[in-house]
């Protein structure tokens, strides 16, 4: 069976425009998440003020651990996300540089996303362009996990 010319054409037409608007909504569905199971991951700092782990876990619980001057240490906690992109690490967080923790002894950070807003990092403190940023790590170690 032969298909009609007009509807051959409109195939050309909506099939790409379909795919095109397919594509920007499962773009747009990754880039405005920001819930737990989107930030959950591990993240890495190094800078010259020392070196640190950070394994934020599905359950709201974390796991990092710090090197400064060759010495490690680790620490678990919780964490919890406020508004769309903030971040709450609880006063267990092993602080890094500068990075100051709140009047109620929590660590604020920023869930920042690189790469077409799919990659998500995390920057700490309020200055959102100087703060201490750590960067998504995609192959972790099973070791700080298992903390």
Do not use: C
């Not at 007009?6 to 773009?27: N, S």
């Not at 620490?75 to 609880?90: A, K, P, Y």
């Not at 660590?107 to 990659?119: D, N, Q, T, V, W």
């Amino acid at each position: 069976m032969k298909i009609p010319r007009p509807i051959r054409i409109l195939g050309w037409v909506v099939f790409p425009i379909a795919l095109f608007i397919a594509l920007l909504w499962g773009w747009y569905m990754i880039a405005a998440d920001y819930g737990y199971d989107m930030v959950a991951g591990t993240y890495v700092y190094r800078g010259t003020d020392g070196s640190s782990t950070l394994v934020l876990r599905k359950d709201r619980s974390f796991v990092q651990e710090r090197i400064r001057a060759g010495k490690s240490e680790y620490r678990n906690g919780t964490w919890s996300r406020v508004g769309e992109g903030g971040i709450l690490l609880s006063k267990e967080f092993l602080e890094i540089g500068n990075t100051q923790p709140r009047p109620e002894g929590e660590a604020y950070g920023e869930i920042r996303k690189s790469f077409l807003e799919l990659i998500p990092y995390l920057v700490l403190g309020t200055d959102r362009d100087n703060g201490r940023t750590f960067r998504r790590q995609f192959f972790h170690s099973a070791t700080l996990e298992r903390q």
